[in-house]
């Protein structure tokens, strides 16, 4: 099989751990993209692994196996995702073991860093250690007011995903790249971020299944963040045209100097790697 641009895919098939992005690769809102099924099964029948990992930190692993459930994927498990909402645990837990945190986010946000054992408020601290920002769906003014009288102080300030926008099935809302430009905006803070680009949670997986980079693939719909993160990890990417990057915005990157967010691969949708693997 040939990708978008007429480039031989057939070396895909000695990949052995497969890393998809969720929103605009394998579904769009609740609608489960045709083929991704077969295409699980399929890398499964060949002694792959397959790993959703996701920059969304609204939602906690065990709102995601619900959320494939109900889309058809029955047989996903907590061990098949990686969010960055855990890889913000991972990184909080590391460097504030018993510090308080104040968050930002939604409950299930909020659950995931407590079930990690972190000491968390919500609530406006004078004595927290860091300041954590999340997708925060369940965002209100009340929240926005408390997290810009935090970022007086000038404490560490993480916010688990760079996202612009998510998408939904009739085009995007914002996410929490928007949200922390908006604190920018009012308090002239910017966070570190956790989630992709940063290769963290690609190389928390590859080494937790003890699989070489070479035979590493990310699956990704958008370019600054799936794409950069499998370079940034140094894997090769597949970028689908199903979600949020268009045709043109590939071209555009490959001619351009974003050496990061050049895809190796790139195809209409996932429908082209399954019927790669199975040529
Ligand atoms: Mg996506």
Do not use: H
């Not at 998809?20 to 890398?43: H, K, P, R, S």
């Not at 906690?60 to 196996?65: E, G, L």
């Not at 937790?208 to 499998?230: M, N, P, W």
Request: hydrophobic fraction near 40%; proline fraction near 3%.
């Amino acid at each position: 099989m040939k990708d978008f641009f007429g480039k031989d895919m057939a070396a895909l098939k000695n990949k052995k751990l497969f890393l998809f992005d969720m929103d605009g690769t394998i579904y769009l809102g609740n609608t489960l993209f045709d083929g991704v099924l077969e295409l699980l099964d399929e890398i499964e029948k060949r002694g792959g692994r397959y790993v959703f990992i996701t920059n969304n930190s609204s939602k906690s692993v065990a709102d995601y196996v619900k959320k494939l459930n109900r889309l058809g994927i029955e047989k996903v498990t907590e061990e098949n995702f990686f969010t960055s909402a855990q890889a913000t645990a991972m990184l909080m837990k590391e460097k504030f073991p018993t510090g308080i945190l104040y968050v930002q986010g939604t409950r299930s946000f909020v659950e995931e860093l407590k079930g990690a054992g972190l000491n968390v408020t919500t609530e406006y601290a004078e004595d927290a250690a860091a300041i954590v920002v999340g997708y925060d769906t369940e965002l209100n003014y009340e929240k926005m007011m408390t997290t810009c009288k935090m970022l007086k102080f000038d404490l560490p300030y993480y916010a688990a995903n760079p996202d612009w926008v998510c998408p939904y099935e009739f085009g995007a809302a914002p996410d929490c790249g928007w949200m922390c430009r908006g604190y920018e905006m009012a308090m002239g803070k910017t966070p570190e971020f956790i989630g992709k680009p940063q290769p963290t949670m690609i190389n928390v997986v590859r080494g937790k299944f003890g699989v070489e980079k070479e035979e590493v693939l990310v699956i990704g719909d958008r370019l600054y963040t799936d794409i950069a993160s499998g370079n940034n990890a140094g894997v090769d990417t597949l970028c689908v045209l199903s979600g949020e990057v268009s045709a043109e915005e590939v071209i555009e990157t490959i001619q351009g100097e974003k050496e990061a967010e050049k895809p190796v691969y790139t195809a209409m949708d996932v429908t082209a790697l399954l019927a790669t693997l199975k040529e």
